[in-house]
């Protein structure tokens, strides 16, 4: 017989095996992933959330658990190629006993979407972030909130309320008037101011509040593709200081500054930017002396804290000047000025060369010219009087004017000043509770919804899968997607706190020793892992002891997916 085979060395007697008594499946980083879904209880709150059904084989909590080991596979694998990407990946062990890979097809995985939409895709995410912060002990303190637009490929049509569940049908038309009802409004996929430079595309928005510790995602939802920041901020922030128990600082940029929207919050400790539209804000910036700024302990900044009322509301405003950023608008600035005198100057050639029937069209042809300038001015300027002879001996005088071109130096030095700086206020007045370095620090902490987006925006990640053809599952899509970033920062944050805590490094791709490794560094050194099945005894293979350093940083939920080492 040709059959292949294979040989095990046990108790150091070689044992011939037939390759059929093998079975060996990934489990890579994958059981990081489940450890950490195990850890929030995400299976069963879905599970109670929306309801389990007898006869179905994946209950909606482990398909949820499937679609975020799929999305942090990074793998880019398309929902409908689901039972595909799990044939090589220990399936049962990762997700949940008796969960096959053509269990998770792209019927089954819609449904479930679709009653995440009924129940409430705002709902869902905040319960399971909210315990996620209770077992990993997030703190609240400060909440950074942000937008950022998802672009979409395609048709989008509502077929909600048109679903019918598994082994559950709508016994008439009442019923199904009923559920329309009930559930809540899609969103509209359309054309929209593009944060990714893709106006040519459909788009829908995603709004996201992470927590200052540790970029943790808390509140997620989706909007149409045409919405403003500026008209939904203020309720955003408010309906999201409703569900949870601290008194969390709002930060955000200038999009929250609006008058309608402070005066919404104004039982909320909020933290952001002030837009230099405001004459109040532009005309503080261009005239502050250079003497009133002191240095922050923030390498690189200098601040000066004034008291102001803005929309009936007393507020300390922090003007910021950032040395980097000043340098790079008076690099700026240099440039405009030599372009706008290089057109200036031209265009005052071309005006000389120009007749005017009397001198008064000369000087206001010079005037109307001179308006256009933005860092000139005009310093002399001459009509002279020009007699042509006609044919029949006739004279008729003519006029032209010359002018010199000098620097408006009041304007140029209005933007010399204004070089670096911004204003960030907040309703905080007493500086004992927020000092200006912190409002400083929890400003910059902005960046954390900026990787957020960063990472769902990523092409490893499946944001390029969004090719559903209705809004309802667009939206449960979005939801998903920021769940996978929910479990990504939980595990990042929980190995990067035990790593300093215990003041230990490991090596980063570069082989330089670090307390803050990127999540995404450490699933690469958990490749090649295997669960190896032999005569029904199952094995992890490959592991080593850097494998087992990094797991121990993470909660015991992580082990037992690795627990068979040998």
Not at 5 to 12: C, L, S, W
Request: with cysteine; hydrophobic share 40%; aromatic share 8%.
């Amino acid at each position: 017989m040709n059959e292949r085979i294979a040989t095990e060395v046990v108790e150091n007697t070689v044992v011939i095996l037939n390759t059929k008594d093998i079975e060996i499946q990934n489990i890579d980083h994958l059981g990081i992933v489940a450890g950490i879904i195990d850890a929030i209880g995400l299976v069963e709150t879905i599970n109670e959330l929306i309801g389990e059904e007898k006869a179905e084989k994946v209950s909606p909590g482990h398909v949820v658990k499937a679609m975020i080991l799929n999305g942090l596979g990074f793998v880019s694998k398309p929902l409908y190629m689901f039972p595909q990407y799990f044939e090589t990946i220990a399936c049962e062990h990762l997700i949940g006993p008796g969960v096959k890979p053509e269990y998770l097809n792209d019927d089954k995985l819609g449904r479930v979407m679709d009653k995440l939409f009924i129940k409430g895709l705002d709902t869902i995410f905040l319960k399971i972030a909210l315990n996620a912060v209770k077992k990993f002990k997030v703190s609240l303190l400060s909440s950074h909130l942000d937008s950022s637009s998802m672009h979409v490929h395609g048709e989008y049509n509502t077929n909600l309320p048109e679903v019918i569940f598994e082994n559950q049908k709508l016994g008439n038309n009442q019923e199904l008037e009923e559920l329309a009802v009930k559930s809540p409004k899609e969103i509209t996929i359309t054309y929209g101011y593009s944060r990714d430079h893709r106006p040519d595309l459909k788009q829908f928005i995603l709004e996201l509040i992470c927590s200052g510790d540790g970029d943790i995602p808390i509140f997620l939802k989706l909007a149409s593709g045409n919405q403003a920041d500026s008209s939904c901020f203020g309720q955003i922030a408010v309906e999201y200081q409703k569900q949870i128990e601290v008194n969390s600082l709002i930060v955000a940029d200038c999009a929250l500054y609006t008058e309608s929207n402070l005066k919404l919050m104004s039982e909320l400790r909020w933290l952001c930017r002030v837009p230099l539209s405001l004459k109040s804000a532009q005309s503080l910036i261009s005239t502050l002396p250079e003497s009133e700024f002191i240095d922050s302990k923030l390498s690189g900044y200098k601040f000066a804290s004034k008291t102001v009322t803005y929309a009936g509301i007393d507020q300390r405003w922090l003007v910021v000047q950032s040395q980097d950023r000043r340098l790079a608008d008076l690099s700026k600035l240099s440039q405009k000025i030599t372009k706008a005198e290089s057109k200036a100057l031209l265009e005052l050639k071309k005006l000389s060369r120009d007749k005017f029937a009397c001198e008064a069209d000369a000087i206001k042809a010079l005037l109307k010219l001179s308006k256009q300038f933005k860092y000139h001015q005009i310093q002399e300027s001459k009509v002279t009087e020009i007699i042509s002879n006609k044919k029949d001996n006739q004279t008729e005088p003519s006029y032209q004017i010359t002018a010199k071109l000098s620097r408006n130096e009041s304007k140029i030095n209005t933007e010399i000043l204004s070089a670096g700086r911004f204003i960030i206020a907040t309703n905080v007045l007493e500086s004992k509770q927020l000092g200006d370095d912190l409002m400083l620090s929890e400003y910059k902490a902005q960046q954390c919804c900026e990787r957020g987006f960063g990472f769902l925006k990523d092409p490893l990640f499946f944001a390029d899968s969004i090719f559903l053809k209705s809004p309802e599952r667009i939206e449960s899509l979005g939801m998903i997607m920021g769940l996978c970033l929910l479990v990504y920062t939980l595990a990042q944050r929980q190995i990067r706190a035990a790593l300093r805590e215990a003041k230990l490094t490991i090596k980063n791709q570069l082989g330089k020793a670090t307390d803050s490794p990127t999540l995404r560094w450490i699933f690469q050194r958990f490749q090649c892992i295997h669960l190896v099945e032999i005569n029904n005894e199952k094995y992890v293979s490959n592991w080593t002891s850097d494998r087992d350093f990094i797991l121990n940083l993470l909660p015991d939920d992580c082990l037992r997916y690795y627990q068979l080492v040998t």
